[in-house]
T-cell receptor
Framework: DADVTQTPRNRITKTGKRIMLECSQT?????MYWYRQDPGLGLRLIYY???????NKGEISDGYSVSRQAQAKFSLSLESAIPNQTALYFC???????????????FGPGTRLLVL | GIQVEQSPPDLILQEGANSTLRCNFS?????LQWFHQNPWGQLINLFY???GTKQNGRLSATTVATERYSLLYISSSQTTDSGVYFC??????????FGPGTSLSVIP
């Protein structure tokens, strides 16, 4: 869905390097999420943000940090990359519709990260 | 923490067949969602269903929150239904926990 974009789409880096993954959305949603997916596994939540001033740790936040620069932008950083951070990273946005008590998450295309 | 299990882990169907995927969770949750990840890795939200039943075309889902399970029904399966189906729960602490997924292959 072009409404949620991630850059870069693929990245190879070396152990110890700092790397930033960026996510932008044009859906006007307040809620944004970062997940990682390892082969054969489901997604695990790294960080999430319900608005610009709200940042929360997810299930596996160690080794990661985030920045919510604006409603539309949510960046994920690996301060010192290590090989077990090799994974597929997804950004997602959502908005809770109180009228029908429903929420739909929209995912970006993913970023494949390889840490050597 | 909450455990989320999905069954079966793998499923192969002939095109046109029906199937039921199950998601069990070990504690009360605030909501539950079903997702489909296609063979190219794209993730699509299918249902937001903390309780009750919803239908969308050939897909429907039912969550029985008191018994801590949800079912996803796929009727008249098509090859484009192939991929991995995940359920994800949101806890009272706003933690999102995904299940391990059910890998579905629909063969013509």
């Amino acid at each position: 869905d072009a409404d949620v974009t991630q850059t870069p789409r693929n990245r190879i880096t070396k152990t110890g390097k700092r790397i930033m993954l960026e996510c932008s959305q044009t859906k006007g949603h307040d809620r944004m999420y970062w997940y990682r997916q390892d082969p054969g596994l489901g997604l695990r939540l790294i960080y999430y943000s319900f608005d610009v001033k709200d940042i929360n740790k997810g299930e596996i936040s160690d080794g990661y940090s985030v920045s919510r620069q604006a409603q539309a932008k949510f960046s994920l950083s690996l301060e010192s990359a290590i090989p077990n951070q090799t994974a597929l990273y997804f950004c997602a946005t959502s908005d809770f519709d109180w009228r029908i008590s429903s929420e739909t998450q929209y995912f970006g295309p993913g970023t494949r990260l390889l840490v050597l | 923490g909450i455990q989320v299990e999905q069954s079966p882990p793998d499923l192969i169907l002939q095109e046109g067949a029906n199937s039921t995927l199950r998601c069990n969770f070990s504690d009360s949750v605030n909501n539950l969602q079903w997702f489909h990840q296609n063979p190219w890795g794209q993730l699509i939200n299918l249902f937001y269903i903390p309780s009750g039943t919803k239908q969308n075309g050939r897909l429907s889902a039912t969550t029985v929150a008191t018994e801590r399970y949800s079912l996803l029904y796929i009727s008249s399966s098509q090859t484009t239904d192939s991929g991995v189906y995940f359920c994800a729960v949101v806890t009272s602490y706003d933690k999102v926990i995904f299940g391990p997924g059910t890998s579905l292959s629909v063969i013509p």
